[in-house]
């Protein structure tokens, strides 16, 4: 004979398991019925990509990292010091003596590193030896021409200048550009024009090259006779000013050229003419330089998303971060898509849209991401600058 007490005990222990398991049931399994024509969508985790190293290169830093034909990294670390990295992020060496380094650049057939800082254009050996420099003021990021020649923007207040340096540090000639407009970056055509955007929406065609026509006059029998003959000096071939207040440029692999500006529009630009027509209109301003894929996709962002565009302007997908979109897009040989954001993330992309991976640094990514070229694909670490103050090495999870 039980308890009274103990048989209330047992009842409610009981009723209490009932409840317990009466979710368990076959019918608790039953899949939630949804009405028919709403897809579900599985919730995927994207995964986060893997440190190497970091290094301490200064809060706010200016200068995009370089990377050169053997995977050696160059960045500019503040109080003016060009600091030479291995891939493993030991130094390789360290230069010291420049005012503020505003840009790094490396030839890639034969490592040469050139540097600009306030005043001057510097080239260096990869093993640190100067080879030369130049009286530059304010210039923009090298421009590098296939026959060696190097051509830098000097910005002197209001005043732009075209200056084509030759490998061994001589101004071979130069172009005024204009009074009104700074200009702060460009490209280089397969015939060798100059592509210069500019600030107050300025494209500028300079061809590398003037023809200049003498006339030599008859002497005695002789007839007189035109001679035409090639210079050095630059010459502008056509200039556009397209909306907004900024421009910036990028080809596709059949030399077509596009443009952003900071007037919410994506441009498709005539090379020949320069006339220009509006192929897209964004969610916000451009801001940085678009990318074009080996496919013609054309990348570029807007405020907080990225377009992956076709060439017609159609939008083939977009997709939206949690911050402003800081820089432009890299891509690799595989067609993954690098940029970085506001949220401090930098971002790794497929060809259709899929975050493949992701990395969280302390601060805005500043820079354009920059990729090993020596490593395989699927073990290239990938260089960015965030704006706390470090140079990151990283690369997709589960390389190692």
């Not at 210079?231 to 440029?249: E, F, V």
């Not at 891509?331 to 898509?337: E, F, H, Q, T």
Request: hydrophobic share 35%; aromatic share 10%; net charge positive.
């Amino acid at each position: 004979m039980i308890p009274k007490r103990r048989r209330w005990l047992l009842v409610w222990s009981l009723c209490i398991c009932a409840l317990i398991w009466m979710p368990m049931t076959a019918d608790a399994f039953t899949p939630i019925k949804l009405k028919p024509g709403i897809p579900v969508k599985p919730i995927r985790l994207i995964p986060f990509g893997e440190q190497l190293w970091s290094k301490q290169v200064g809060q706010g830093n200016e200068t995009a990292p370089a990377i050169g034909p053997d995977g050696t990294v160059y960045m500019h670390v503040v109080l003016g010091f060009l600091v030479a990295y291995n891939p493993d992020g030991t130094v390789k060496w360290t230069q010291s003596g420049f005012s503020y380094i505003t840009s790094i650049t490396v030839r890639p057939d034969d490592g040469t590193v050139y540097v600009t800082d306030d005043y001057k254009l510097y080239a260096y050996t990869p093993a640190r030896s100067l080879k030369w420099s130049i009286s530059l003021p304010y210039s923009t990021p090298p421009l590098l021409g296939r026959d060696g020649t190097i051509y830098v923007v000097t910005n002197l207040g209001e005043r732009s200048t075209l200056q084509a340096v030759t490998p061994s540090g001589k101004i071979k000639g130069h172009l005024d550009l204009d009074q009104t407009s700074s200009t702060v970056g460009g490209a280089i055509g397969t015939d060798g024009t100059i592509y210069l955007g500019g600030n107050h929406g300025t494209l500028y065609a300079v061809s590398p090259q003037t023809t200049v026509t003498i006339t030599v006059p008859s002497i005695g029998h002789l007839p007189a006779k035109i001679i035409t003959r090639l210079t050095p000096i630059p010459h502008l071939k056509w200039k556009t000013i397209l909306g907004g207040g900024y421009a910036s440029l990028a080809f596709d692999p059949n030399g077509t050229l596009y443009a952003v500006s900071n007037d919410h529009h994506l441009y498709k630009v005539n090379p020949s003419t320069g006339a220009a027509a509006v192929l897209f209109t964004g969610n916000g301003m451009f801001t940085n330089t678009p990318a074009i894929g080996a496919d013609h996709t054309i990348y570029a962002a807007a405020s907080d998303r990225f377009y992956a565009l076709n060439p017609n302007g159609a939008v083939k997908w977009s997709y939206q971060t949690h911050g402003t979109v800081t820089t432009s897009a890299t891509l690799d040989a595989m067609g993954k898509v690098y940029f970085g954001s506001n949220d401090n993330y930098l971002y790794v992309l497929y060809t259709d849209g899929t975050v493949l991976w992701k990395y969280k640094t302390g601060g805005t990514i500043l820079h354009t991401p920059v990729i090993d070229p020596v490593r395989p694909v699927d073990w290239q670490p990938i260089y960015i600058v965030s704006d706390d103050g470090k140079l990151y090495a990283v690369r997709a999870p589960g390389s190692a």
